[in-house]
Each structure stands twice: as structure tokens, then as C-alpha cells.
């Protein structure tokens, strides 16, 4: 339900110019936040946030988590700390760059889910990195502003 909702606000915000958009600051700070919350769980506990998305945790699974962990903590500290740069050439590359990187992600997460590798949480994944796609787009192909 609220998936739905963010989902039709972020596609209005696209299409609908008198509508406010969301703000390039915003997208990246949520975006931030999310990498480093996250990142920190696979990088820090990854023997308990494995196993509440149905994984056995083997020490190569183990592994791949923290650099995985890792490389979200770095993608975090990013887009945090860009949040507040005006350069359009630099604002437009952070935004190619992350809208592929949410495409990426996003079939990476559906993948696991229609191959059966993660059980129902997994989906939380598909969602952000759709929702994160969705922003990302909006500032790419809609009408959304990045100041």
C-alpha cells in the first residue's frame, strides 16, 4: 500500500510540472541513508540480517556480504555527502550514475526473488531499488528539479 502510494507520487512528480517535485537533495539524502543503514547491517552483522532474508550463511556467503556491506557504505557516504553540490555536470553525473546502478540492483532483486534464493523479505529489496529507480528516472526523463 504505501509501495503504491510512493510509487504513484514519484510517477505524478514526473509527469505533472505543477506539481512539486522531489528535490535532487532529498532523493540523495534518503538514498544516503538507506546505503548506509544498510551497509552497515551487511557489513557489521552479516550473521544475523542473512538469515532474515532466508540465506545460510557460509563463510564465502559471509564474505560477499561485508564487501557488499562495504560497497554500500562507500555508495551511502556518496550520495550523503554530494547531497548539497550545484554543479549541474556533477549533478547529472551522480544521477546517471545511481539511476544505473538502482537498474542494476533492481534486477539483481528480482531475480533472487523469481529464482527462490531469498524468501518474502527480499522483496523489501526489489522495492527500494525500484522506488530509488523511479526517483532517479524522474530527474532523467521527467520534469523533476535538482535544485
Not at 540523495?28 to 538507506?34: R, T, Y
Not at 537498474?103 to 529489496?125: K, P, R
Request: hydrophobic share 55%; aromatic share 12%; charged share 10%.
Amino acid at each position: 500500500m504505501a509501495v503504491a502510494y510512493l510509487v504513484r507520487v514519484t510517477i505524478k512528480a514526473s509527469f505533472d510540472p505543477k506539481e512539486i517535485a522531489m528535490r535532487l537533495r532529498t532523493l540523495l539524502l534518503i538514498a544516503g541513508v538507506l546505503g548506509l543503514v544498510f551497509g552497515l547491517g551487511f557489513l557489521l552483522a552479516p550473521r544475523q540480517v542473512l538469515p532474515l532474508y532466508g540465506v545460510t550463511v557460509t563463510p564465502t556467503v559471509l564474505l560477499l556480504a561485508r564487501f557488499f556491506g562495504a560497497t554500500l557504505v562507500q555508495v551511502g557516504m556518496i550520495l550523503y555527502l554530494i547531497r548539497d553540490v550545484g554543479d549541474p555536470r556533477t549533478q547529472r553525473g551522480v544521477v546517471l550514475g545511481s539511476f544505473l546502478g538502482s537498474l542494476a540492483g533492481f534486477v539483481v532483486a528480482l531475480t533472487g526473488q523469481f529464482w527462490g534464493l531469498v524468501n518474502e523479505l527480499g522483496w523489501s529489496s526489489v522495492a527500494i531499488y525500484g522506488l530509488l529507480l523511479l526517483g532517479y528516472g524522474s530527474f532523467i526523463f521527467g520534469s523533476a528539479r535538482t535544485a
